[in-house]
């Protein structure tokens, strides 16, 4: 079966193409990305127009592409995916509308598909995939959540943030500490120069008993060492600020982490989302993981963020489970809001 899954549903333009195996894993054959990234920078964020109007500039020639690259034609295809959710409305709109417009002209099926689910199977297309049953640590750019997942399409929500994302809290500092948008990978690169140990920043929830995590008291806090920079240019103080506010981020996200492992009683942690690209995260979790026997998986590198390949991937997976048949109704919708457990109970 070949899938052909397509990603519009933020400043990301992904299309890729994946063939399914009788047995093991889909095989990516083909994937092209564009990001809208340079395009937002002058505003500090996404404007969601210029999102969808850059969608649909992108979109056919990006399809071309992971065609070209797979060395198939448009007619082999034998489903379209897209994601239906969450995400901006407008972008959502102009992935869907163009899988069922190809759907529809190559009398294929489509099917609708959840970003999140996308991030949280991305780790399958790496060299060393994990097994089901694992904890997942989902951490982008809009959510934070830690999940039990038994299979596909079987994914229970363990803890999640009650204010701003991880991506968000690293976003947001960035900006106070005037490095841009999306300032995520930026301040990660500025800590590497820094003391970590400098500014004592809150951990907040890291006691509270449960999985949930709270980022938006780190931001006040973060805004409140900023303004004391204001005005002595010192970069040395930048760097201290961004490494600590890093350490903040990364050593409530690992604890968390590991204890869901305890409470679960798995031994195995997938980590997805932009955020799982961080290296300091990923050097504390290894750790972490080593010391009680655990294993982490995580996708490649370039996979951690958004992509056309994981939306390809997370359609051919669902297929392949039984979990989802694809449908002719070209009358689509998308989900702006869309919880991933209720996905789950959908299935
Ligand atoms: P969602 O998937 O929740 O809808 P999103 O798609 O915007 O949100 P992703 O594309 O998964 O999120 O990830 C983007 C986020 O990852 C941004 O907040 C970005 O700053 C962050 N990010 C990317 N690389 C790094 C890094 N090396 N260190 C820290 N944060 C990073
Ligand atoms: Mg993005
Ligand atoms: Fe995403």
Redesign the pocket.
């Known amino acids: 079966l070949l899938v052909l899954g397509i990603e519009s ?2 400043d ?1 333009t992904g299309v890729a193409l994946v063939r399914t195996r009788e047995h093991g894993v889909p095989e990516l054959l083909g994937q092209a990305l564009h990001s809208q990234i340079a395009m937002h920078a002058d505003y500090g964020g996404v404007v969601p127009e210029l999102a969808s109007r850059d969608h649909i500039r992108r979109i056919i020639p990006l399809a071309n592409e992971a065609l070209a690259q797979a060395g198939k034609a448009l007619e082999a295809i034998d489903v379209v995916a897209y994601t239906r959710g ?2 901006l409305a407008g972008a959502l709109l102009v992935g869907a509308g163009v899988a069922c417009a190809l759907g529809a002209a190559l009398a294929r099926p489509v099917l609708g598909v959840h ?2 689910e996308g ?1 949280l199977l991305s780790p399958f297309l790496s060299a060393d995939p994990p097994e089901f049953p694992f904890v997942a640590l989902l951490v ?4 934070t959540q830690l999940m039990r997942v038994d299979g596909v399409g079987r994914y229970r929500l363990l803890g999640e943030t009650i204010d701003d ?1 991880a ?2 809290a ?2 947001k500092s960035a900006k106070l500490l005037g490095l841009g948008y ?4 930026a ?2 690169r500025l800590a590497d120069f820094g003391d970590a140990t400098t500014y004592k920043l809150p951990r907040p929830l890291l006691h509270s008993g449960d999985l949930d995590f709270s980022f938006a008291g780190l931001k006040t806090a973060v805004l409140t060492q900023a303004r004391k920079l204001e005005g002595s240019p010192c970069e040395q103080q930048r760097a201290d600020l961004a490494a600590s506010t890093q350490a903040a981020i990364v050593e409530v996200l690992a604890k968390k982490s590991l204890k869901a492992l305890a409470q679960t009683g798995l031994d195995r942690l997938v980590v997805a ?3 799982g ?3 300091a995260l990923r050097e504390q979790l290894n750790a972490a993981c080593a010391a009680r026997g655990a294993r982490v998986y995580y996708p490649e590198l370039a996979l ?3 992509n056309g390949a994981m939306i390809a991937l997370a359609a051919a997976m669902r297929l392949q489970g039984g979990v989802e048949a694809p449908n002719r109704d070209y009358a689509f919708d998308v989900k702006p809001r869309w919880p991933l457990d209720q996905l789950a109970q959908a299935a």
């Open positions: 549903s933020c990301e969450p995400g970003h999140l991030h982008s750019g809009g959510h994302a991506g968000e690293f976003d999306p300032g995520g990978p301040l990660a989302g932009g955020v690209a961080n290296r951690c963020t958004d």
